[in-house]
Every structure is written in structure tokens, then in C-alpha cells.
């Protein structure tokens, strides 16, 4: 792993395309990811972004913002006018491209400095997107920021087995990450959890079932196709993600498999689908 320190210029990126019915901004404290050779980085859309990538190996480099915080501080004000123009909401989804949890996470603390800069001068909305109960690292100040502004946390699960055979294992176990969801349900902090990408589930029923009873908000839940930005999947197709998908479950391959378990999903939590799922849009019991 090359690991290099950086400063940014810019912390609030003013979003688009995917992201557009997401959020005003998003907002990414690393450029690369630590769990990049792990299974959720076999899947993740960011491989094929070259802007970011500049010809590196995706798993293999992280960039820290040292200065994020700081600059956040010093933009924010300029962001929010622009988001609330035409009675906008400044709305932040903190992190598109990276995972704010990762390893160097507990070295840098970027993130922890930015949830900080937060309680200063809020968002009016703020979305968590994690892999990782890492995140608990930080549950006092994640508690503080759900009283001052619209908090929610997406916590991805792509489904109720811990891995796929032919893939890296992931960044956390399954429990791991259930227990996460449980915690922050129980302290009554808003909290989804992501199906993204859509792994083959092995007893639908029982695992939905399963996430109704911890208490959690809603399940979202986003096929490769379209998940990656593009309309067949052709980004994820060239990765090892299909052909393991496709050995447990080969029906999961197609849209159709995302559409009839979010059927099974809306007998027990609101269910989000893909972006409007992520825009925090449901549909199911209690909507």
C-alpha cells in the first residue's frame, strides 16, 4: 500500500450524475480506499474511475486529506449558499468514492477531524456511508451530530453470507456489522443497511426478518446493474464479482433478482431502490 499525504483545495464536491438525486455534495476525506483488495473493492464503481485512479492499481494507494477539516471550515459557508439557492438543502454524503472507516482511519483520524468540523457549522443533512463497524470508534460524536442536523447511516451488507467463493473475504464480518446496525438502532440513530451490490441471499425471508428485528430504519438495495454507473453493468462484468455471484446464485446476475428481493424485503422494512433508495425514498411497511 502507498500511502502519500496530501491537501486538498476542495473538501465539498457539488454532486452529479449517480449522486444527483443523492445529495447537494459529497464529501471524501481519503482518494483510494484501504479495503480496495478486499470483496467489497472487487465490486466498487470507483476501479473505473481514471480521474481518480491515474493509471495506480485500485487497493494498492490511499491519499490522505490532512487538511480536509480545515478546509471544510473554510468552504462550507460558500457551499451551503449554493446548495439552499432556490430553497435547496445543503445535504452531504460523506463518502462516494472511499470509505470514511478505513485502516489509516485509526492512524489519521480524517474522519473524526471532519465529523468535528460538522458540530461546528452542520450540514442540514448528513448521510454516514460505511463498510465497516469501525465507525463505533466514533458513535459519541455520531450521536452529538444526530441532534444538530438530519443524520443517517448507511452501513453496506450486500447480503446474509460473510463472503463469496472466488472473492477476497470483506473488511468486516457480517456480525460484525449487524451488531453495528444494533447498537446505533438502539440508541434510536437513524440506520439502513445498504444491499450494495446485491449479493445471491440464501434464506431471504429469514434475513430481512432478521434486520426488522434489530430496528434498523430501512434496507436499500442496488444491483451492479446501474450501480455502477452503467445501464448493463459493463464496469463490474469485467471484474471477478459476476463470476462469483453467478456460481452461487446465477439468476442473481440479471435486474430481475434486485426486483423480486425487494419484493421478500417490503413484507418486513421500507425498501429503498438504488439511488432513490440512498436519497432516503422507501416504500413498504409503515411508508
Known amino acids: 500500500m502507498k500511502v502519500a499525504e496530501i491537501h486538498c483545495q476542495s473538501i465539498l464536491t457539488r454532486v452529479s450524475g449517480y449522486l444527483k438525486a443523492v445529495s447537494s455534495h459529497s464529501l471524501n476525506p481519503y482518494v483510494g480506499c484501504g479495503f480496495g483488495r478486499s470483496s467489497c473493492g472487487e465490486g466498487c464503481y470507483v476501479r473505473s474511475n481514471q480521474?481518480?485512479?491515474?493509471?495506480?492499481?485500485?487497493?494498492?494507494?490511499?491519499?490522505?486529506?490532512?487538511?480536509?477539516?480545515e478546509i471544510y471550515l473554510r468552504t462550507v459557508a460558500r457551499e451551503k449558499k449554493?446548495?439552499?439557492?432556490?430553497g435547496g438543502c445543503f445535504s452531504v454524503f460523506f463518502s462516494s468514492s472511499t470509505d470514511p472507516w478505513q485502516p489509516l482511519e485509526r492512524t489519521y483520524r480524517v474522519t473524526r477531524r471532519l465529523l468535528e468540523a460538522m458540530h461546528e457549522v452542520p450540514p442540514d443533512q448528513l448521510t454516514l456511508q460505511t463498510h465497516s463497524a469501525s465507525l463505533l470508534d466514533d458513535l459519541e460524536k455520531i450521536q452529538t451530530l444526530s441532534r444538530i442536523c438530519d443524520l443517517r447511516i448507511h452501513?453496506?451488507?450486500e447480503g446474509d453470507r460473510d463472503r463469496l467463493d472466488g472473492l477476497p473475504p470483506p473488511p468486516c464480518t457480517l456480525e460484525e456489522r449487524l451488531t453495528a446496525l444494533r447498537k446505533l438502532?438502539?440508541?434510536?440513530?437513524?440506520?439502513?443497511?445498504?444491499?450494495?451490490?446485491?449479493?445471491p441471499l440464501k434464506a431471504p425471508d429469514a434475513f430481512f426478518s432478521r434486520l426488522?428485528?434489530?430496528?434498523?430504519?430501512?434496507?436499500?438495495?442496488?444491483?451492479?446493474?446501474?450501480?455502477?454507473?452503467?445501464?448493463?453493468?459493463s464496469r463490474?462484468?469485467?471484474?471477478?464479482?459476476p463470476r462469483?455471484?453467478?456460481?452461487a446464485k446465477p439468476e442473481s446476475l440479471n435486474?430481475?433478482?434486485?426486483?423480486?428481493?425487494?419484493?421478500?424485503?417490503?413484507?418486513?422494512?421500507p425498501v429503498g431502490i438504488s439511488a432513490s433508495g440512498f436519497a432516503g425514498h422507501y416504500s413498504g411497511p409503515g411508508q
Request: net charge positive.
Open 236 to 241: 463490474t462484468l469485467k471484474t471477478k464479482l
Open 82 to 86: 449554493w446548495a439552499r439557492k432556490d
Open 185 to 199: 438502532a438502539d440508541l434510536k440513530i437513524p440506520v439502513v443497511a445498504c444491499l450494495s451490490p446485491l449479493y
Open 244 to 247: 462469483a455471484m453467478a456460481r
Open 255 to 269: 435486474l430481475s433478482y434486485r426486483d423480486r428481493i425487494a419484493r421478500i424485503a417490503r413484507k418486513y422494512l
Open 51 to 69: 480521474w481518480l485512479m491515474r493509471g495506480r492499481e485500485w487497493g494498492r494507494f490511499v491519499d490522505v486529506k490532512i487538511n480536509a477539516a
Open 155 to 157: 452501513i453496506s451488507i
Open 212 to 233: 426488522s428485528r434489530i430496528g434498523i430504519r430501512a434496507v436499500v438495495i442496488d444491483h451492479f446493474i446501474y450501480g455502477d454507473g452503467t445501464p448493463d453493468g
